[in-house]
């Protein structure tokens, strides 16, 4: 593999029907071991949405127990990144149809490096699931509503969020007003309704 960081780019798949954005640029450093992300920007970046998914988290009702795998998770969120080719990942321009299906294994790739961890198992959910959507049509397995662990319901409207609020090379971020008007357009489809809800207020309320 690569020894330069790998970086998830924003880009659009063909399956989906708007312009929905791709999850955070996320980096995982392939050498020594994948769990070395040195990269200042990517901590950054990270810290950034696990504060906001653990606020979120606390928000919904999540124990506090419950929370050290939800930062673990949502830490971790896109190592399974690290499973795919670099000529994808660094490809400029839009994926082809195959080549997304091979971005969409992702997911499964978190689910086998961190299940070999013990200590790491019980974050899996988001990492595992943050791509699935309320209404069905997410990946890895397509699962519904409540059917997706919280964990992940909480995480994918952070992502989405954080990714429309960070700025990119080819286009400016998002204000508050439209990355609220996105989010509040995408519930009861991608996103689980009442978290919208409560992350809307809080936003409200906070600002983010």
């Not at 708007?18 to 996320?26: C, V």
């Not at 392939?30 to 769990?35: A, G, I, K, L, N």
């Amino acid at each position: 593999m690569s020894s330069h960081h790998r970086r998830h780019r924003e880009v659009a798949d063909p399956q989906r029907g708007d312009s929905e954005f791709s999850e955070p640029d996320l980096a995982g450093k392939d050498e020594p071991s994948v769990f070395s992300l040195e990269d200042d920007e990517i901590w950054l970046h990270n810290h950034g949405v696990v504060a906001l998914t653990l606020r979120l988290a606390r928000a919904v009702g999540m124990k506090e127990e419950e929370l050290i795998h939800v930062r673990r998770g949502a830490f971790l969120h896109d190592i399974g990144m690290v499973g795919i080719p670099d000529e994808i990942i660094f490809k400029p321009g839009q994926l082809t149809e195959q080549e997304w299906g091979i971005v969409r294994r992702h997911p499964a790739f978190a689910r086998d490096l961190l299940s070999t961890t013990g200590a790491l198992t019980p974050a899996l959910d988001i990492p595992y699931c943050h791509h699935e959507k309320w209404d069905g049509t997410g990946y890895p397995r397509g699962l519904k509503g409540e059917q997706i662990p919280l964990a992940a319901r909480v995480f994918a409207v952070v992502d989405v969020w954080c990714a429309l609020r960070t700025a990119r090379p080819h286009r400016a971020a998002w204000s508050i007003e439209e990355a609220r008007e996105y989010i509040f357009h995408h519930a009861g489809t991608h996103f689980d309704p009442r978290i919208v809800e409560v992350f809307l207020t809080m936003v409200s309320e906070q600002g983010s």
